[in-house]
C-alpha cells in the first residue's frame, strides 16, 4: 500500500503518487443524511488525494424519478440532494474533495443547476459541475434495440423509463478535465468510484486487473452503512457498537486497485471481515464474473484481512475483458395496487383477524387475486397465492395486523378492497379498528441486455448546457 500523506491541497487529486481515499456519504436513495459530514472530517483529517461518492439509486428508483419529472421539469433528481450535500459542500470544495453521484437520477441537468444554486446560497465559489448523459434508452432510436432484446412485450406496454448501467469512463473524462462535482443518472453503482480510481491514477482502459480490484472497492463502499455494521447487526448474534450511529465507510486505494476498507473516525459500527465479507458477496450471483460495463470482475480467489482497529484489507480480486453488452431496466405501468389494513387485539384477535379476512375474499367474489397477511403470525413467510395461509397452524396471538393487498388493471376494481376493509368497522368480526388503505399505480420491470455501440454515452459542463 501506498502511504498516507498527511497533506491536502485543491491539486492533490491529480497526485497519482498519492493513495487515493474515497468516502461514501450516501447507500441509497431515502439514506441518512448526516453519514457524509464524519466521512468528510476524517478525510479532511487524514489528508492526501480524496473524494466522496453518494449512491442513491435502485432499480425502482429511477422510474419513479422519471414520473416526478413528467409532472415537473426541474424535478427528478434526487429528492434529498440539497440535505446530503449542504453540510458538507463547503469543506468538498475548499479542500479538492470530489464529489461523484448519481443523484442526478432522471433528470442530471436539473440536479446540476440545483448543486449550483445551493453553492452560491451557501456563498461559496461556483463549482465546476459534469453531468453524464446517455443512459436515457426510452427513445426511438433505441426501440429496435429493446424489442430485439426483451421481447414483443415492450409493444404491449407504456413505458414509464427505460435506462442503461453505463459505466466509470464519463465519470473519469469529467474528472479529468476539471470536474469538482460529476452527476450522471443511472451508472453501475461500483463505477463511481472506479471512475475516480481511474482518473486518479490514470489506468488504462483494458488494464482488467487493476479495474477489477477498484470495481470491487467500489462495491464494498455502494451501501455505505451496510458495510460498517448497519445491516449486519443481530442483537446477541452479532453485536456491533453504538448501531444508533454506524459510521460511513471509506475506501483506501492504491496504484494497483487493492484496498482497505475502514470507517469515518469517532463514530459507530464496525468494520471487520465479517461485516466486509457479507457486502463483498451483495448481490454477486457469480463470483467469478461480477459483471459491470467496465469489466468482468472475478473474486473466487480473493480474501480479507484485518490491518487494524476497523481496517480491512480486500487482496487477490483479479479483472477480464468487459461484456460487449449493457444491462437496461424498463419499468412500465402495471395496474393499480390497493392496499388496506386493520387491527384485531385482545382474546381470539387472531381468529378473528383469519375471519376478516375470509370475509372480505368472499365478498370480493374472485372480481381481483388478494393477498391476506397476519402481521405477526404470518405475513413475511406467506405467499401470494395463499397457500401458506392453508399450512399456517392457528395460534394464540392477541395482537394481529390484517392486510389485505391485490392489484388489478382497473383501479375502481382494485379500490374494492379499500371499501371492503374499510366496512369491517361495523360489518366485520368484533373489535377491528385502525384502518389505514393506500392506492397506487404500480411498476413492473423488463430488464434485456443491448449491444454498447448502441448506447451514445458522454459529458458536458453545466456552464456549457447554460451558455
Same mark, same amino acid.
Given at each position: 500500500?501506498?502511504?498516507?500523506?498527511?497533506?491536502? %491541497?485543491?491539486?492533490?487529486?491529480?497526485?497519482? %503518487?498519492?493513495?487515493?481515499?474515497?468516502?461514501?456519504? %450516501?447507500?441509497?436513495?431515502?439514506?441518512?443524511?448526516?453519514?457524509?459530514?464524519?466521512?468528510?472530517?476524517?478525510?479532511?483529517?487524514?489528508?492526501?488525494?480524496?473524494?466522496?461518492?453518494?449512491?442513491?439509486?435502485?432499480?425502482?428508483?429511477?422510474?419513479?424519478?422519471?414520473?416526478?419529472?413528467?409532472?415537473?421539469?426541474?424535478?427528478?433528481?434526487?429528492?434529498?440532494?440539497?440535505?446530503?450535500?449542504?453540510?458538507?459542500?463547503?469543506?468538498?470544495?475548499?479542500?479538492?474533495?470530489?464529489?461523484?453521484?448519481?443523484?442526478?437520477?432522471?433528470?442530471?441537468?436539473?440536479?446540476? #443547476?440545483?448543486?449550483?444554486?445551493?453553492?452560491?446560497?451557501?456563498?461559496?465559489?461556483?463549482?465546476?459541475?459534469?453531468?453524464?448523459?446517455?443512459?436515457?434508452?426510452?427513445?426511438?432510436?433505441?426501440?429496435?434495440?429493446?424489442?430485439?432484446?426483451?421481447?414483443?412485450?415492450?409493444?404491449?406496454?407504456?413505458?414509464?423509463?427505460?435506462?442503461?448501467?453505463?459505466?466509470?469512463?464519463?465519470?473519469?473524462?469529467?474528472? %479529468?478535465?476539471?470536474?469538482?462535482?460529476?452527476?450522471?443518472?443511472?451508472?453501475?453503482?461500483?463505477?463511481?468510484?472506479?471512475?475516480?480510481?481511474?482518473?486518479?491514477?490514470?489506468?488504462?482502459?483494458?488494464?482488467?486487473?487493476?479495474?477489477?480490484?477498484?470495481?470491487?472497492?467500489?462495491?464494498?463502499?455502494?451501501?455505505?452503512?451496510?458495510?460498517?455494521?448497519?445491516?449486519?447487526?443481530?442483537?446477541?448474534?452479532?453485536?456491533?457498537?453504538?448501531?444508533?450511529?454506524?459510521?460511513?465507510?471509506?475506501?483506501?486505494?492504491?496504484?494497483?486497485?487493492?484496498?482497505?476498507?475502514?470507517?469515518?473516525?469517532?463514530?459507530?459500527?464496525?468494520?471487520?471481515?465479517?461485516?466486509?465479507?457479507?457486502?463483498?458477496?451483495?448481490?454477486?450471483?457469480?463470483?467469478?464474473?461480477?459483471?459491470?460495463?467496465?469489466?468482468?470482475?472475478?473474486?473466487?480467489?480473493?480474501?480479507?484481512?484485518?490491518?487494524?482497529?476497523?481496517?480491512?484489507?480486500?487482496?487477490?480480486?483479479?479483472?477480464?475483458? #468487459?461484456?460487449?453488452?449493457?444491462?437496461?431496466?424498463?419499468?412500465?405501468?402495471?395496474?393499480?395496487?390497493?392496499?388496506?389494513?386493520?387491527?384485531?387485539?385482545?382474546?381470539?384477535?387472531?381468529?378473528?383477524?383469519?375471519?376478516?379476512?375470509?370475509?372480505?375474499?368472499? #365478498?370480493?367474489?374472485?372480481?381481483?387475486?388478494?393477498?391476506?397477511?397476519?402481521?405477526?403470525?404470518?405475513?413475511?413467510?406467506?405467499?401470494?397465492?395463499?397457500?401458506?395461509?392453508?399450512?399456517?397452524?392457528?395460534?394464540?396471538?392477541?395482537?394481529?395486523?390484517?392486510?389485505?393487498?391485490?392489484?388489478?388493471?382497473?383501479?375502481?376494481?382494485?379500490?374494492?378492497?379499500?371499501?371492503?376493509?374499510?366496512?369491517?368497522?361495523?360489518?366485520?368480526?368484533?373489535?377491528?379498528?385502525?384502518?389505514?388503505?393506500?392506492?397506487?399505480?404500480?411498476?413492473?420491470?423488463?430488464?434485456?441486455?443491448?449491444?454498447?455501440?448502441?448506447?451514445?454515452?458522454?459529458?458536458?459542463?453545466?456552464?456549457?448546457?447554460?451558455?
Amino acid at each position: 500500500m501506498l502511504p498516507i500523506v498527511g497533506r491536502m %491541497s485543491a491539486d492533490a487529486f491529480f497526485d497519482s %503518487s498519492l493513495l487515493l481515499r474515497v468516502g461514501c456519504g %450516501s447507500g441509497f436513495s431515502g439514506d441518512r443524511t448526516d453519514g457524509a459530514g464524519p466521512v468528510v472530517r476524517t478525510l479532511v483529517a487524514e489528508g492526501g488525494a480524496c473524494a466522496l461518492i453518494f449512491e442513491t439509486l435502485a432499480e425502482r428508483t429511477l422510474a419513479l424519478a422519471q414520473q416526478a419529472r413528467s409532472a415537473d421539469p426541474e424535478a427528478g433528481y434526487e429528492p434529498l440532494l440539497v440535505e446530503l450535500l449542504r453540510p458538507v459542500l463547503a469543506d468538498c470544495l475548499a479542500h479538492g474533495i470530489r464529489i461523484v453521484g448519481n443523484f442526478g437520477a432522471a433528470n442530471p441537468p436539473a440536479a446540476a #443547476r440545483r448543486i449550483a444554486a445551493l453553492a452560491r446560497e451557501l456563498g461559496l465559489r461556483t463549482p465546476r459541475i459534469a453531468i453524464v448523459t446517455g443512459d436515457d434508452v426510452d427513445t426511438p432510436e433505441h426501440r429496435a434495440a429493446l424489442r430485439e432484446n426483451i421481447g414483443p412485450a415492450v409493444d404491449a406496454v407504456t413505458l414509464v423509463s427505460a435506462n442503461v448501467y453505463l459505466g466509470a469512463a464519463e465519470i473519469a473524462g469529467a474528472l %479529468s478535465a476539471g470536474a469538482d462535482i460529476v452527476v450522471a443518472g443511472r451508472v453501475a453503482d461500483p463505477a463511481l468510484t472506479l471512475g475516480l480510481a481511474v482518473a486518479h491514477y490514470g489506468w488504462g482502459w483494458d488494464d482488467w486487473e487493476r479495474l477489477g480490484r477498484a470495481t470491487m472497492a467500489g462495491h464494498l463502499l455502494e451501501c455505505a452503512a451496510q458495510v460498517t455494521g448497519g445491516y449486519f447487526c443481530d442483537p446477541g448474534m452479532k453485536d456491533v457498537p453504538m448501531p444508533h450511529d454506524p459510521g460511513f465507510p471509506i475506501a483506501e486505494i492504491d496504484a494497483d486497485g487493492e484496498c482497505v476498507i475502514t470507517k469515518a473516525q469517532g463514530t459507530g459500527g464496525c468494520v471487520d471481515v465479517r461485516t466486509v465479507t457479507e457486502q463483498l458477496l451483495y448481490e454477486v450471483h457469480d463470483p467469478g464474473r461480477y459483471l459491470t460495463p467496465d469489466v468482468v470482475a472475478d473474486i473466487t480467489d480473493a480474501w480479507l484481512e484485518a490491518v487494524g482497529p476497523d481496517r480491512v484489507a480486500l487482496r487477490g480480486v483479479t479483472g477480464s475483458a #468487459r461484456p460487449p453488452t449493457l444491462k437496461v431496466n424498463a419499468y412500465h405501468h402495471g395496474g393499480w395496487l390497493a392496499e388496506a389494513e386493520i387491527s384485531y387485539a385482545g382474546p381470539n384477535a387472531e381468529a378473528r383477524a383469519r375471519l376478516a379476512g375470509d370475509i372480505v375474499r368472499r #365478498r370480493l367474489d374472485g372480481a381481483l387475486p388478494v393477498r391476506i397477511d397476519l402481521i405477526g403470525v404470518m405475513s413475511v413467510l406467506a405467499d401470494d397465492e395463499g397457500r401458506a395461509a392453508g399450512r399456517a397452524q392457528p395460534g394464540a396471538a392477541t395482537d394481529v395486523r390484517l392486510r389485505v393487498a391485490g392489484k388489478h388493471a382497473d383501479a375502481e376494481v382494485a379500490r374494492r378492497i379499500l371499501r371492503e376493509v374499510t366496512a369491517l368497522y361495523t360489518c366485520g368480526p368484533a373489535g377491528g379498528g385502525g384502518v389505514r388503505t393506500a392506492i397506487r399505480q404500480r411498476l413492473e420491470l423488463l430488464t434485456c441486455a443491448i449491444p454498447r455501440e448502441l448506447v451514445r454515452a458522454g459529458w458536458h459542463f453545466l456552464e456549457e448546457t447554460t451558455a
